[in-house]
């Protein structure tokens, strides 16, 4: 079956503009993760959507960042005023349910959007 | 606070060596540790991985170790081949919640 797609795969824009990028996850999948990885380095969590819970932002680096997920499945992730720090690829996850029983399930990754800010 | 680390940025050895690659980690109560393979341009790849409660587990090719008495992962791929080559990240699974902690990654360049 299908796995998680992202859009747009790469993003260039100029510094101070609003972006937003999709993840689609595996159907049927509760558990929704967003990431960033920075060149040469790890994946840095964002934050994540489990079912109908309130979402953990614990990773969101400032206010200038936000996601929401509509309907249970799509997933955009938000940066107003895009800085150059902000440059990075964003990696979107899904997973069947976290929580009492769900510890190890896997996540599935999706390609990235590679977001460079000018 | 929790974190997961790697010991060599990058590894390169000879088509069909075996390879070995390790990470540390500092929170002794994660209960769950997973490989990722990451190829250029590619989202990380799930490769194996172990739950504290076991201290080894073997899949095609690739072995990984946990010793919790000094909080040291280990991922060793046996034979390796050119197609091994990727960068190769350790992750843990904080008790508190779904999100994966991820080490920095080592590169492994494999030699023909």
């Known amino acids: 079956g299908a796995g998680v797609s992202q859009s747009p795969s790469n993003k260039v824009t100029e510094k101070g503009k609003d972006v937003e990028l999709r993840c689609d996850p595996i159907?049927?999948?509760?558990?929704l993760y967003w990431y960033r990885q920075s060149l040469g380095q790890g994946l840095e969590f964002l934050i994540y959507?489990?079912?109908?819970?309130?979402?953990?932002k614990s990773g969101l680096p400032s206010d200038r960042f936000s996601a929401e997920r509509t309907g249970g499945s799509v997933s955009t992730l938000t940066i107003q005023r895009t800085q150059q720090e902000d440059s990075a690829v964003y990696l979107c996850a899904s997973s069947q349910r976290t929580g009492a029983g769900g510890l190890y399930n896997e996540q599935f990754f999706g390609p990235g959007t590679r977001l460079t800010v000018l | 606070g929790e974190s997961v680390g790697l010991h060599l940025p990058t590894l390169s050895v000879q088509e069909g060596d075996n390879s070995i690659i390790n990470c540390a980690y500092s929170?002794?109560?994660?209960?769950?540790f997973i490989w990722y393979k990451q190829e250029s341009g590619k989202g990380p790849q799930f490769i194996i991985d172990i739950r504290s409660n076991m201290d080894k587990r073997q899949g095609q090719r690739v072995t990984v170790l946990l010793n919790k008495t000094v909080k040291h992962l280990s991922l060793q791929i046996a034979a390796t081949q050119p197609g091994d080559s990727a960068v190769y990240f350790c992750a843990e699974k904080g008790w508190q919640g779904g999100k994966l902690i991820f080490g920095q990654g080592t590169e492994l360049s494999v030699k023909p």
């Open positions: 159907s049927g999948h509760t558990a």
């Open positions: 959507f489990q079912g109908n819970s309130a979402p953990d």
């Open positions: 929170n002794s109560a994660s209960d769950y």
